[in-house]
């Protein structure tokens, strides 16, 4: 059974930088699709950015797009999400989760089988 624990996130200004990472343990997740969501207090969780077991073919949510960066070690068993240009709406806990097969829509919460326990991250203005 896959464990996911996400580690990186903190206290940050707007403009800045941080980078998360996902690690995995128990099982390889060297052939699953992996994906990041963010939840904002009060709303629902949202999609943030997708990749292919590969490590390629990133998929961006609008919001993140050209400021955010998904990447994996598969030789670390790791998921990473640079964030760059952060504002104070990418506040959220962030999560990463693993798909259940290849091939099924990143953006869809119900395609991922397993979940971290969330970063928080705060950007403050």
């Known amino acids: 059974q896959v464990q996911l624990i996400e580690t990186g996130g903190g206290l940050v200004q707007a403009g800045d930088s941080l980078k998360l990472s996902c690690a995995a343990s128990?099982?390889?997740?060297?052939?699953?699709?992996m994906g990041w969501f963010r939840q904002a207090p009060g709303k629902e969780r949202d999609f943030v950015a997708g990749l292919a077991y590969s490590g390629g073919n990133p998929y961006y949510a609008d919001a993140v797009k050209g400021r955010f960066t998904i990447s994996r070690d598969n030789a670390e068993n790791t998921v990473y999400l640079q964030m760059d240009g952060l504002k104070p709406e990418d506040t959220a806990v962030y999560y990463c989760?693993?798909?259940?097969?290849?091939?099924?829509?990143?953006?869809?919460?119900?395609?991922?089988?397993?979940w971290g326990r969330g970063t928080q991250v705060t950007v403050s203005s």
């Open positions: 989760a693993k798909q259940r097969a290849y091939g099924l829509a990143y953006v869809r919460p119900s395609n991922y089988d397993t």
């Open positions: 128990g099982r390889n997740i060297t052939g699953y699709p």
